[in-house]
């Protein structure tokens, strides 16, 4: 019991999230109407935002799950398009990937600020990144309220892979590529 509560004294309490890490980091792109600052017609924003939450759940139907922060412009586009693009970047754009984690799409551009290339999906009204190593384009099926987070569960209607490399993974507060091979 003694050496049990020793043991226990040298037990170092980690973040739940950081103890899920290491965790592949993706960008989600998104097309969505926000009310005209200018007009009272709207304006359509594209967007883009880091995630590494995400996960696929669901064979047949191909079913991919994000979890996007309730807070986020990102979530408010994806509520209000029902559509979103997971795109999965390789290492060399970790600057890209922490820009677009750090600051909101709400009053700049990311696509313009981080020089990454817009491409329009082909099955869903949402830009791609051209850049991009593989793409789902995703049709909103479902919203799960999740704390402070909504998961969207995304039915797959289209999956691209366009190149082998090393995708970006987080680890604690850095970043690695990993996965050479498909
Ligand atoms: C490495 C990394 C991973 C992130 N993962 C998530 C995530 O899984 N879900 C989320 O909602 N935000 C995540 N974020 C934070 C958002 O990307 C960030 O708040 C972003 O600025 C939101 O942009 P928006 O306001 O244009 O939607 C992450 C940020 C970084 C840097």
Redesign the pocket.
């Known amino acids: 019991m003694k050496e049990f509560l020793n043991h226990k004294k040298g037990v170092i309490v980690a973040e739940m999230k950081k103890i899920a890490h290491p965790r592949q980091?993706i960008l989600v792109s998104t097309r969505g109407k926000v009310k005209s600052k200018f007009s009272p017609e709207e304006d359509e924003k594209d967007?883009?935002?880091?995630?590494?939450?995400?996960m696929p759940v669901s064979n047949e139907p191909q079913l991919y799950a994000?979890?996007?922060?309730k807070e986020?412009?990102?979530?408010k586009?994806i509520q209000e398009s029902k559509v979103f693009a997971v795109n999965f970047m390789s290492s060399e754009f970790e600057k890209e990937?922490?820009y677009?984690?750090?600051?909101?799409?709400?009053h700049i551009d990311?696509f313009e600020e981080t020089g990454l290339e817009k491409e329009e999906s082909e099955k869903i009204d949402c830009p791609r990144i051209r850049q991009a190593m593989a793409c789902l384009e995703c049709e909103v099926v479902n919203e799960v309220e999740a704390g402070d987070?909504i998961i969207f569960i995304g039915k797959v209607i289209n999956s691209i892979s366009k190149k082998q490399g090393k995708r970006i993974f987080?680890m604690n507060d850095r970043f690695i590529g990993a996965g050479d091979e498909r």
């Open positions: 980091v967007n883009l935002f880091t995630l590494s939450w995400h994000i979890s996007s922060g986020r412009f990102s979530t586009l990937v922490v677009c984690g750090t600051y909101s799409g709400e990311k987070h987080q």
